[in-house]
């Protein structure tokens, strides 16, 4: 049960593609208004779009905002959360609802059968261009026609779909965010809301939920700010509440633009065209996707192929949904910290805060009406200080989660103590959990696959006497030597032969090492990299350097 003064909010995502930070940003907010509240917070799913919606999205979503740490009172159960009194939460299982809710609306006259083909549409759409009107459906015919003899057609097997009756006057919005605004009469027509597959429409569905899920408060995105007309008409002809809205900035790029998947693709473009490549690399995208997207531009890749295609280009794709930001290895406390912080603020200098937080701070008076911009350099600073902060072993504990799920060949490969070596040598140096696989990948490549830089090779190996080749030359016998392969016992030995050698000057045989070892000139500090490699793998690298001379 809902005690009557209870704040309710819901999140009512579409299942399509993934969940985008501004619906995220949506979810944290409504989660937090109703948290800091003793209020409850729902999640619903609204896939009544048969085409665009999917189980897979649905799961995606579910899991990427536990990921995110926002959890939901009542909604589709995951892991132990979610269920609740106010179900089924999938807008698909409530069709019953639906044409309980619809029925009374067509026996109190406020909707009505439409029979209008879907061709005979687009005529009257294109009617109303030609003539430089906005389209509006007339429904003078339709509502005159009555229901019994709708009822003899849809006997028949004519398709219909059901249109709320929309009566006259103007509509005044009021929005705790934008104000109020007035859609003028004439504006809204005699829109669907019921569809010819059976289905509710959006406006519809959302309508009867919030009511029957008992919703206080809305916190939604902007571009649903005028639906809203429409909404608080269907509630006054169903004799509902109606909740109070808010509705929320959009997040955009710096430059204004919308921050959408199309940025991915905008990406994958110029690399292509810098590249000047006319057919697709191996095994990326397929023709005729290809030649699609080649030669459309508003045709976007699916979210596979775009990563498969950056990864044989090697060009890295903008972050945009949820998933993006946890395969790149951010926090997910960061990103709830950082999104609050697109479209509202809690004033003051704060700028770092967790959850705990953002649930007793969140108002609604301090949201902004702008778009608000979307700072990656800022995210990832943001990112950098968090991991800076953690403890040793939470580092080490995320490090692991996010080997497991993004980077498995490092956990077959390492053992737990070369990975916790690894994980401890990489914190200081790491502005994403993904650092330090991504930068030191030579690490779980075969001894024979690591190609080494040319650069590097004549910097490091071929100058200089004795030159680094010398050196290596003679560490490969002292490191054969080496019986007990620890950090502490190859120090000893390597500065040893430094000091005879090299003047003390550890850097004139680590560096040679070093690109031996992993090809290039950057790794963690070099006797940790000589433990995690092991013994085998050291000399088999150190010697094949040395036999290509
Ligand atoms: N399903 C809608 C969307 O994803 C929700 C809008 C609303 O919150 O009313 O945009």
Known sequence: MTPANQIVTRFAPSPSGHLHVGGARTALFCWAFARGRGGKFILRIEDTDQKRSSDAASVGFLKDLKWLGIDWDEGPVLDGIGGGDHGPYFQSERLDIYHRELQRLLDSGHAYYAFDTPAEIDAQRAAARASGVAFRYDGTAARAAGNASAQARIANGEAAVIRFATPPGPVTIVDLVLGEATIPHGEIDDFVIRKADGFPTYHFAVVVDDELMRVTHVLRAQEHFTNTAKHMLLQDALGFRRPIYAHLPVISNPDGSKMSKRDKDKVLRKAVADRKLEAPPPGTVAEPRWAKWRTDKNVQLELEDAQRLAGALAVSLPEINVDDFRRSGYLPAVICNFLALNGWSPGGDVEKFDTEFLKKSFDLARVVKTPAKFDRAKLL????DAIT?????????????????????FMRKLTRAQFDLLASASQPRS??????????????????????????????LESGTPSGLDHLRAMQAILAGVEQWEAAHLEAAVKAYADRAAAGELGK??????????GGTVSPPIFDTLTILGKASVLARVGQVLAAQ
Do not use: W, Y
């Not at 930068?439 to 090779?457: E, Q, S, T």
């Open 389 to 409: 902060g953690l403890a040793a072993r939470d580092f080490v504990a995320a490090a692991r989660s996010h080997g497991q799920s993004e980077h498995p060949e």
């Open 431 to 460: 502005k994403t959990l993904d650092d330090m696989f991504a930068g030191n990948r030579f690490l779980v490549l075969g001894d024979d696959a690591i190609a080494i830089d040319p650069k590097a090779r004549a910097k490091v």
């Open 381 to 384: 600073a943001f990112n950098c």
């Open 509 to 518: 045989v680590a560096q040679p090492l070093r690109v031996a070892l992993s």
